[in-house]
């Protein structure tokens, strides 16, 4: 192969590449989050914002606005995937546990009514939500095409996942999962837990396959 061909070949990202990038993209975001509230009320806004987010400070309104406007988007995991791949994706058994863990949870809250606002029941609720969101974005893109895009977000997954383990614990212990409640939301989020370590190993073995 010439150095012409090595030069143009399609650089290939594995999952800690992406993984990298995740992270870039969370603190710019959050940066970007954190300076439109402290500049909310400001006359020069848009021009400070740009300023301390590095961009170009001598464009023209129109473009510090288009720029801004990329932060104000849904994020990449909560956009809406095509129906077809939907349909595919909702038929998955992850998926169908996912919904059910989430119906569960919320069942609970609303019947206890007094926990809607403890932290660890919020903790629970939003992590195991955030692992549905990583979960879709995962599998309802073109994973096949991109696997080292698609294990990233399944360790988010398998994060969030953990992190709701942990939420369980904790409501277990202070009494406020009572009875056999402890036991069934435990077996549910390890029921998904396993199928993405499951998911992790498979894409592991063909990113394997595919790059040595």
Not at 158 to 173: F, I, M
Request: net charge negative; proline share 3%.
């Amino acid at each position: 192969m010439s150095e012409d061909d090595d030069f143009s070949a399609e650089e290939v990202w594995d999952e800690y590449d992406w993984e990298r990038f995740l992270q870039e993209q969370d603190c710019t975001t959050e940066k970007y989050f954190n300076l439109l509230e402290k500049f909310m009320n400001h006359p020069d806004r848009d021009a400070l914002i740009a300023s301390e987010m590095g961009w170009d400070v001598g464009a023209d309104d129109h473009e510090i606005e288009e720029a801004a406007e990329l932060f104000c988007e849904l994020d990449p995991d909560e956009m809406e995937p095509d129906e077809e791949t939907f349909d595919t994706f909702a038929q998955s058994p992850i998926y169908r546990d996912t919904l059910k863990l989430h119906r569960w949870i919320n069942k609970w809250i609303e019947d206890a009514g007094s926990l809607k606002d403890h932290p660890e029941a919020i903790t629970l609720a939003t992590r195991s939500a955030v692992c549905g969101a990583k979960l879709a974005a995962a599998l309802c893109g073109d994973d096949r095409a991109e696997l080292g895009m698609t294990i990233a977000y399944l360790k988010r997954a398998l994060k969030a996942s953990n992190d709701s383990l942990d939420a369980a614990r904790k409501l277990g212990e202070a009494g406020l999962l009572t009875g056999r409640q402890p036991s069934t939301v435990r077996r549910m989020i390890f029921r998904i837990r396993d199928r993405i370590i499951v998911l992790m190993s498979e894409y592991r073995a063909e990113w394997r396959q595919r790059h040595g």
